[in-house]
């Protein structure tokens, strides 16, 4: 058996922070255990046969942290494209500029209207007074009115989130969903304007090489690739002998335990078994699945796309909700950008939204072509595809209840859960955020010093740097 001081179950974004914060205080007696063979969790990066590069996701780096800014700088130099953010919607048949309900001018008429009514009633009934929404559905009537949700919001989330909206809360929401002037959106409409820079996003950075993956192979670098065991999947935790067992049957004695795993796995898995109630709140965390698609092209993005990042597509006529122009990110995407370009869809998937796994490449060749991303499935010269079974963490109604009565629990037993999935905090799960709640974790474990991201994620996500 082999005794560390500090044991980090899984080397993402999470793990990795929480590793390099302790290797920054001069902190060696650590040891990071990854399941797979790769470093990054759900930011790695793969090169399929034909030479394409692709991630797990439409990820982009941009930050709301200066330590995350100057780990980046560190981790990959100068070594980094930036990019204005220009992304859209396709809907009726046209391109729609994002965020769709400052531009709906675009929509045909009568649609328009429609959206526009709702909007200004739902601006009145604000100023007269209206109930707390009780989830997210009632939220959407309440800022954008029946006619923008009827068009967009609600065909557009269920997409996404593989829920419906009567079933997600919305605290979650802060910075992520543009809300709605209506004096705003008449000017846009009445003088022509395109609005464009909403949000934290409309700038970001990307690797010029290597993906996404490419910043966390180095991160792992710098902390030391001897301090990263890959391959060795957690099978158990035992509380009361603190030791972490892998399936290949090594033994991990440890004085301090942070895992980053899905937390409702992380509960199964230890022993001797938690309370009930514990076990009962952490199978009622909801998730859903990513289904994510790679399309290798030959020839040149068609004018239409040629600057685009990344779209969004509301209606059924295509399996995908999000669909991004990867080669536009880095020309080293692909295997020579004068031959090729590259388009990546993503599909999600829950027990209330199923997905014909075995089709989901050919359903997504046939939305592109349906959406007019490409005109033939000729073109087409390489196709990928990763599932990641655990893609989004849902905000459902009942995960802040859920997630009150389990971390106060594996707190007492001396296990702390952070990250995507560990805190299971959609609002707070960017890579990021990811980092600095390790990052954050060992602050506080060292010094007593809270951590921000993890307990208020209002805070972070204010605007404000920190």
Not at 188 to 215: C, E, M, R, Y
Not at 338 to 344: A, D, G
Request: aromatic share 12%; charged share 20%; net charge neutral.
């Amino acid at each position: 058996m082999l005794k560390k001081k500090f044991l980090i179950i899984g080397s993402g974004p999470t793990g990795l922070g929480a590793a390099y914060r302790l290797k920054e205080l001069g902190e060696d007696n650590f040891l990071v255990l990854e399941r797979s063979g790769h470093y990054g969790g759900l930011a790695t990066s793969f090169v399929d046969e034909k030479g394409f590069t692709w991630d797990v996701g439409g990820h982009i780096q941009f930050s709301h942290y200066k330590y995350f800014d100057d780990l980046m700088v560190k981790a990959l130099g100068k070594e980094w494209l930036n990019h204005q953010r220009e992304s859209w919607a396709w809907m009726y048949g046209k391109w729609v500029p994002y965020p769709v309900q400052n531009n709906i001018r675009y929509l045909p008429k009568d649609v328009m209207t429609k959206c526009l009514d709702g909007i200004v009633a739902a601006s009145n009934a604000a100023a007269s007074g209206v109930k707390k929404p009780g989830n997210f559905k009632e939220w959407i009537l309440k800022i954008f009115g029946q006619g923008f949700a009827d068009v967009f919001m609600f065909p557009y989330n269920f997409k996404v989130w593989a829920y419906p909206p009567e079933e997600l809360s919305y605290g979650w929401i802060g910075e992520r969903v543009a809300v709605t002037d209506p004096v705003r959106v008449k000017k846009n409409i009445d003088q022509g304007l395109d609005d464009l820079s909403w949000g934290p996003n409309n700038t970001f950075q990307f690797p010029k090489v290597g993906g996404t993956g490419a910043v966390w192979a180095r991160v792992a670098e710098l902390i030391g690739k001897d301090k990263i065991k890959l391959n060795s999947e957690v099978v158990e935790v035992n509380v009361e002998k603190k030791t972490v067992t892998t399936a290949s049957g090594d033994v991990f004695v440890y004085e301090t335990l942070l895992s980053t795993m899905p937390l409702d796995t992380l509960c199964l898995k230890v022993t001797p078994s938690l309370d009930g109630r514990v076990l009962k709140a952490a199978g009622q965390l909801k998730h859903s699945t990513s289904h994510i698609v790679g399309l290798g092209l030959r020839g040149k993005p068609p004018e239409a796309l040629r600057t685009k990042c990344w779209m969004y597509f509301p209606e059924s006529n295509c399996p995908f909700y999000r669909v991004t122009v990867f080669s536009n990110y880095s020309p080293n995407n692909v295997p020579d950008i004068n031959k090729y370009w590259s388009l990546m869809c993503e599909t999600s998937e829950s027990q209330v939204k199923p997905v014909d796994r075995s089709q989901v490449i050919e359903d997504s060749i046939a939305g592109a072509m349906a959406t007019g991303l490409i005109s033939s499935s000729d073109e087409v010269v390489s196709r990928w595809s990763y599932t990641a079974e655990y893609g989004y963490p849902t905000p459902s109604l009942g995960r802040d209840g859920a997630l009150s009565m389990i971390f106060p629990e594996l707190e007492k037993l001396g296990i702390f859960s952070r990250g995507r999935f560990g805190a299971w905090k959609y609002e707070v799960s960017n890579q990021d955020h990811s980092l600095m709640q390790g990052v954050e974790w060992v602050n506080h474990v060292l010094y007593g010093e809270p951590e921000v991201t993890f307990s208020s994620p209002e805070v972070v996500n204010s605007g404000k740097r920190t």
